[in-house]
Structures are given as C-alpha cells and as structure tokens.
C-alpha cells in the first residue's frame, strides 16, 4: 500500500500548491455553471477519506462531523470560507493524512463495510478504498486546475 501512499501524498501536495498564491476570494469563487469552488474541491478530499476509511471501517472519524457534512458527497458551499478557516483546513488535510497512514500502518482499520462509490466501484475492503482515491483525488484535483482558471 506504501506506493499508493506515495500517489496520495503527491497528488495532496500538489493540490495544496495549485491554491497556493490565490486570493480568499478566489478560492470561494463559484464559476458560472459550477456548484462549487476551490476550497470545497479541497475540503472534500478530507471529509471524503474520513467517511470512506474511518466511518466505513466503524471508526469514528478524527474530524468533526460539521465540517465532515459541509463537504460530503453532494455538498456545495453554503458560506464565505475565511482565510482563517482555510489555513485551519490546510492544517487538517496534512494532519489528517498522517494520522491516517500511522492507523493503518498500526492495524486500526479491522472491519471494513462493503460501500459502491458513485462512479459504480465496489469498495470490498480498505485496500480497495486507498486504491480508488487516487481516483477521487485525481478527479477533483483535475476540477480544481478547471476552475483555477476560471476564477
């Protein structure tokens, strides 16, 4: 699993670079067409990986469950993000992600619930769930180059 890490990190950090240098403003941009914005596009890798690798493996998510609604599947963004808000979401995206890879590494993740992602995959274990988010990710990731263009 250790190279899907390494797709997961790469392909975060070079989402955070992608935001970096652009206005509050910016980042809360709803292009014409578009149901949300860079920031949720961000937001929801996070709230995303804490419903499909904890809640799905009966863990209780390390993020509160607030933020976790406001960018679930089917969200948009309901309010002007700070830039206060969005370095704390920054913040989490990196914590998040190595608390994740030291939980697995340590066994944490015992009893997985089958799950079929919106795309038509059947998650079957945790292993398939870190395999398809680098589809996830990549998706959105790709959105975010979109819009950056657009805002």
């Known amino acids: 699993m250790e190279k899907y890490f390494d797709i997961m990190q790469k392909t975060r950090i070079n989402f955070v670079r992608l935001l970096d240098g652009l206005t509050t403003e910016q980042l809360n ?4 067409g578009l ?16 419903v499909i690798f904890y809640r799905l493996s009966g863990l209780i998510p390390n993020l509160d469950e607030d933020f976790i609604k406001c960018y679930r599947r089917f969200s948009k963004p309901e309010a002007f993000v700070s830039a206060e808000e969005f370095e704390k979401i920054k913040q989490n995206f990196e914590q998040a992600q ?31 769930a870190i395999k398809f988010s680098s ?9 975010a180059m979109a819009m950056k263009h657009l805002v």
């Open 29 to 32: 941009t709803i292009p014409t």
């Open 35 to 50: 149901n949300n914005n860079l920031i949720w596009n961000f937001a929801h890798l996070l709230a995303t990986q804490q």
């Open 98 to 128: 190595e608390t994740f890879f030291e939980d697995y590494r340590m066994g944490a993740f015992t009893n997985f619930k089958r799950y079929t992602t919106s795309f038509g995959v059947q998650l079957d274990t945790l292993e398939d």
């Open 135 to 143: 589809v996830h990710d990549g998706l959105h990731y790709g959105y």
